[in-house]
Every structure is written in C-alpha cells, then in structure tokens.
C-alpha cells in the first residue's frame, strides 16, 4: 500500500472522510513553511496538498492568488520547495501531494521534476492545467516511473466520457472541484453535490476527495458523508495572509485545522 | 508549402507547439465549442449572416492602398497598405470578434466576455455584443486603461461592463487571466471570445480562420492594382499574432518573404521588451504551449511595449511553427522606432496608424530604401492610431531633447541592440 492509500484505508477504517488541507509554499516564507506543515499534521490533517506558487494561477481565486505573489515575492521557487520538502519530509507523518500549474514543471523538465520530487518524498502531483490528453506523453510514464501519484481534476462540466478518461489515469485520489468556478470560499454548496459525488465514485478506482469552497466544519462533515476527502484550502490560506506576521501563526493555523476536523483541543504547538 | 501545410492536427498542435494545457472544467467546454465551431461555421446560414456583417457593417472589403507619398520619399520598394484600420471600431480585430460572437449566438450563449490589451478587441467585442444583444464583460489591466482610456470610455457607451485588472504588470497577461477565471465560472451562459491566435485548441485555428480574409481580399486588390497577386516581402506586427496570420495564410504557399514585427520596447533585458523569439524560451501559458517570456523557475516575465496590444509574453504557437519551418521571419521595433514611424507615416499619407501597425511600419521603413523600386511591399495596417495620440504626446513630451526623427529611423541607439540596419539584400 502508498501512503496515500494507506491514509484513505485509515480513515475509512475510523468511519470519517479524510481531511486535506491546502496551503501555499513558500506563503509567507519559506522558513516558515515546515512549521505550518506540522502544524496542518498536529491539528489533524491526514493528506497535505501544498501550493507551487506561479505568477499567472488562472484557476485560482484572489485568495490563492494573493498567496501566491507573497510567495514569489520572497523568492520561492519549485526547486527550492522541493528541497525544502526532503529535508522535512521525515517530520511529517502523512502524504504530501503537490499542487501545482504545469509551467514551473515544464521549465525544470518534466525528468529532473520527477527525480526531485521523488527523492524529497513527495507522495504525488496534482497538476491544475495539465488534463490528461496532455499528460499520456511524457508526464504520466516519467511520474509512474518514479513511482509517484498523478492526481487528476474532475469537474461538474465533466461529461461521462471525461470521467472515464480520469479514471484511466488518476491514482492515489481523484479531485472533484465541486462547483465550476475558481478556489475560493463558498458560503453554501451545491445542493446536488453530494448525488454527483455518489456517481463518481461508482465510476472511479481511488477514492473522491471534494474541493473548492470548503470552508466550515459543517460543510466538511457534509461532504465527508459522501466523498472519501475533503479539501480546505482558501479558508486557510486566508488566515495565513491576515496572521502571517503573527509568531504564533503555526498555533492558530492548527487551531484552525482542528475546528475543521472536529478534533478535541490537545498540546498546542509552537504557541510559545 | 502548399498542399503539405495543414496545421493544428486533431489534437490542436501546430508541429510541436500548441494543444490544450487548461483545467479540467474547460475541456469539456472547449470540445464542444471546436465541435460547434467545425460545424455551425460550414452552415450556410452562417456564413452568409458573417459575410452581410463583414460587409455592410464592419466595411470588408478594406481598401488596399498604394502609399505614393510614402514610397517615394524613401526612395525604394513600392509600398502598400492593407487598411484594416478603416474597418469599423477601427482595427482588425473586429473580424474575429464578429465571427466569434456570432458563433456564441448560434451554440444559444447569452454571454460574452474578452480580454482586451490596447482596447480594441474590447471595443470590437462590445459592438459586437451590443449588435447581437448580448451581455458583455470585458477584463483590461488598469495600466492599459490608463493608457488607452478612450478605449474604456467607448466599452462602456457601447454597453459593456469594464472590469479593471489590478494584477501583475497590469495588463493583457493579467486581463487574459481573469477572464479565464469568469469563463472557468460561467462557462455553461458565457463564450469567451479570446482576441488573438492564442489560447487553447480550438482558438488559434478559429481567429486565424476569421482573419484569413484579410491576405485573401490583399491578394485580389494586388492583382488588380500591379499585376500580379503576391508581393514580394509582406509585414505585420505581431502581439498574439492575429492580424500576422490574417495577411501571411493566403502567402504561405507563394515565393514571398514573410515578416513579423515583435515589440522591442526600451532594450533587451527580460521585461523591457516583449520579443519572444528574441529572449523568450519554450513554455506553456493561457493553454498552449509556446515561446514565452519567463525566468528560469517557469515565473512568467513581464513585458513592456509602449504599444499595448503587443504587450504580451507569448505567442501564438502557430508563428512559432512558422519560424522553425523558416516561413516566416521575425524581428523587434523599439518603442522609439515605432513612435518615429507614427510620426512619419502621420506626415506624408495622412494617416494616424496604430502604435502597435507603426512597429510594421518601422520595419517596412528600414527595409524599403535598400530594396529595387519594381519590388512590392505590402504592410498589414491593422489598426488606426486615435486610440494613441495621447500615448504619443507623452512619449515625445518625455523624450523631448532625443528627437531626431530622421535620424532615429536607421541609427536610434536602442535599435542596435535587436537588428542591424538591413543591408541590400532583397534588391
């Protein structure tokens, strides 16, 4: 079993969806980053996606966005995220996915990105604007060949052919974007939501996990009755950017991650 | 290459470059906008409505139009205009943003959106959704609508919600991307009707497609004005590359010269410029891959062009497939070369062009005098210049004590660093 599966059969194990969360590397530092990972684990994640930053993030809302200029602002880059990512990974008893646009992959060539992320311990990669037509190529060989896991989207304007063509290529997970929309916080969801993730996941071999636009316990308890995982990001990121000076920001962070996952308060980390 | 050229392929690629690098939300969208497309275009309906408009309300044909004046005063190759600038709204973009709107019209869309740069394939998308009845929204980064703002002003009497982009460099890169994200949000009511050869599959064949109609009406008035139907060397400037393509597709298969006009802004260092082929490397941005303006991490660059329609970081992947299979040739105009061929032109055809036609201009003026006076050069003016008389009177107000036009035209300094003065080799 991959640690991706291993998490999912933990979780199913326990009765409860997994909960992913999302923050952007290098956001607002990336000295800080490796104690926001930790503290995204304390609180209780059990998958972490974390964001490559890239200057034109066309899937995404102005809170990602906004995280992604603080990023590049202070020098990261997917190289150095890499690095930094191996020299933690053993700290951080749970998967790390990527999430990334395909432009910062393509200008380290698809080989020497594969190779480096593999070496750090990156469990997978979600890639936002690389569909699976252009990915048969070269990517999904190269990423199989260093046994990591490509993560793929599906959306609501997904057509029934498009599912399948997903299936055939997604492993560790699949990502429903559960409105048609960029990320961002949403205040309600779509009430045939949770129908469609029922039909998806008859159709798929890994498991559902619902994102964009989760933002409240309630909604990841909703949606956990019915996909396998729920991602939080904006919601996250967003008290990144208003604390981000705070020295305390890695315990408020996992606070947050705790109201999220309905876990009861234990040791804080990092408060002091 | 005629008969052999039949670029993209089923997959949306030109050789190597091109495809259909976006989200998963718009695959599904733009399958079925390329199906639409292939189909409704073929529809006789169609093709007359597009052709009425073209003709009654956009005002195809244009003229072609021997510059006298013009030719003689540099003393070389015969030169020609291509007058897209008379066309309605004022440039050529109207073309594909009737075409496109009319397509949206037809798949039962009741919105569009667009990006705009200089504000002209705003403008031309606005008229066209007021034309159609349509909603419209138009993205423009706000230093585009500072520097193009009778452009904003004509969006808005046209009906059109403006939306500021305050993001990155603040202009096309940035606008692009935000009417991205309405499209990615509203695909199911909204058609994005995407304003150059760029983009993913099927946008860069479809613009290409409503603009071809510009080289083939050049080739007929050639014809009937010299003699003969292909010039000799044809020029375009080139942002995404829509009005290039327009005149070069019908030329492809001829013994003429192609050249495309990228921007060479102030200098060649990553940002002062937007000349792709000059510093730019391969890349994949606003779903295709290209020559792009990035760092070495994949950050795309920003670019600077005192012309905002050229002020852009790709390319459309089609030129790039054109310049490996040596049909088409580029080189930059700095911003003070095309601010001289503005003037210039101003001053002996009375003609205000478009700062982003000056760059095809300048290049047309460097090359001119030193090619044989029985040789035909026809220039794509693809716009007119309104939008930039105030751009103009700062820059010259700015570099006031640098003016020497004439002068400027074949020694500016700034040149040097992207082409030298052309020899004689065409005569």
């Known amino acids: 079993m991959t640690p991706i599966e291993e998490a999912f059969a933990r979780c199913a194990a326990e009765k409860r969806s997994a909960f992913v969360p999302f923050i952007m590397a290098g956001d607002p530092d990336l000295a800080t980053t490796p104690r926001l990972l930790e503290a995204l684990v ?26 992604a200029t603080r990023a590049l602002a202070a020098g990261t880059h997917l190289g150095e995220i890499l690095r930094m990512v191996a020299r933690h990974r053993d700290r951080l008893d749970v998967p790390i996915v990527l999430f990334t646009y395909f432009n910062p992959i393509h200008a380290l060539g698809i080989r020497r990105f594969a190779e480096q992320a593999a070496a750090s311990g990156l469990d997978g990669v979600l890639c936002v604007d690389l569909p699976p037509e252009e990915a048969e190529a070269e990517y ?68 559902l996990v619902v994102g ?4 409240s316990r309630e909604q990841v308890v909703e949606i956990g009755k019915a996909a396998q995982g729920v991602v939080v990001g904006s919601a996250l990121v967003r008290l990144i950017e208003e604390e981000g000076r705070a020295r305390d920001l890695p315990a408020k962070l996992e606070a947050a991650v705790r109201k999220l996952t309905g876990q009861p308060k234990g040791s804080e980390v990092g408060a002091q | 290459m005629k008969g052999k050229y039949a670029w993209p392929d089923e997959r949306g690629y030109f050789g190597e470059y091109g495809g259909c690098f976006v989200p998963e939300t718009l695959m599904a969208p733009l399958a079925e906008l390329s199906r639409a497309y292939d189909q409704v275009t073929k529809h006789r309906t ?41 066309l309605h709204t004022g440039a050529h973009k109207i073309n594909n943003a009737i075409g496109q709107s009319l397509l949206a019209h037809f798949m039962g869309k009741e919105r569009i959106i667009a990006e705009t740069g200089a504000g002209q394939h705003g403008v031309a998308t606005a008229t066209a959704a007021a034309l159609l009845g349509m909603k419209c929204t138009i993205y423009m980064g706000t230093e585009d609508m500072r520097r193009q703002r009778l452009n904003v002003d004509r969006m808005r009497l046209l009906g059109a919600e403006v939306a500021g982009v305050d993001a990155g460099s603040c202009t096309l890169k940035d606008a692009i991307n935000e009417a991205l994200r309405d499209w990615v949000t509203n695909v199911r009511t909204t058609h994005y009707v995407l304003g150059s050869v760029l983009g993913p599959d099927p946008y860069p064949r479809m613009v290409r497609d409503f603009h071809r109609v510009i080289g083939d009406e050049a080739r007929v008035q050639l014809k009937k004005e010299t003699g003969r139907a292909t010039p000799d060397l044809a020029v375009a400037c080139v942002g995404g590359g829509s009005n290039a393509i327009g005149l070069f597709t019908a030329f492809l298969g001829d013994p003429v010269r192609l050249i495309g006009v990228e921007a060479g802004g102030t200098g060649s260092d990553l940002g002062h410029h937007a000349a792709r082929f000059a510093g730019g490397s391969l890349g994949v941005l606003h779903g295709t891959r290209t020559m792009v303006l990035q760092d070495q991490d994949g950050q795309i660059a920003n670019t600077h062009s005192v012309s905002a329609g050229l002020d852009y970081p790709a390319i459309g992947p089609e030129h790039v497939l054109l310049r490996e299979l040596g049909r088409i040739e580029y080189f930059a105009i700095c911003d003070a070369e095309a601010i001289s061929a503005f003037h210039f032109l101003a001053e002996t055809e009375g003609i205000l062009p478009a700062l982003e036609s000056s760059h095809a201009l300048a290049e047309v003026f460097k090359r001119a005098p030193n090619m044989n006076k029985k040789m035909v050069i026809l220039v794509n003016l693809s716009g007119r210049g309104d939008k930039d008389v105030e751009s103009v009177i700062a820059y010259d107000a700015e570099h006031a004590d640098e003016i020497d036009r004439e002068a400027e035209l074949s020694i500016h300094p700034a040149m040097r660093k992207w082409s030298a003065p052309t020899t004689s080799e065409e005569s």
Do not use: C, W
């Open chain 1, 42 to 67: 304390a609180g209780g994640a059990d998958i972490i996606e974390l964001g490559v930053p890239f200057s034109d993030p066309i899937a995404d809302g102005p809170v990602n966005q906004r995280a």
């Open chain 1, 212 to 215: 964009f636009g989760v933002s």
């Open chain 2, 46 to 86: 169609f093709k007359r409505r597009l052709s009425d408009l073209l003709s009654s309300y956009a005002g195809r044909p244009t003229p072609l139009y021997y510059a006298e004046r013009l030719t003689q005063r540099l003393g070389g190759a015969q030169i020609y205009l291509k007058r897209e600038d008379l």
């Open chain 1, 140 to 207: 999904l060989p190269v990423m199989r060949e260093h046994g990591l896991d490509t993560i793929f989207l599906l959306a609501p304007t997904s057509t029934k052919d498009r599912v399948k063509r997903v299936a055939q290529v997604t492993t560790g997970f699949a990502y429903y974007v559960s409105r048609t929309g960029v990320t961002g916080e949403q205040e309600t969801l779509p009430s045939e939501l949770r129908k469609t993730v029922k039909r998806l996941r008859r159709r798929l071999p890994v498991p």
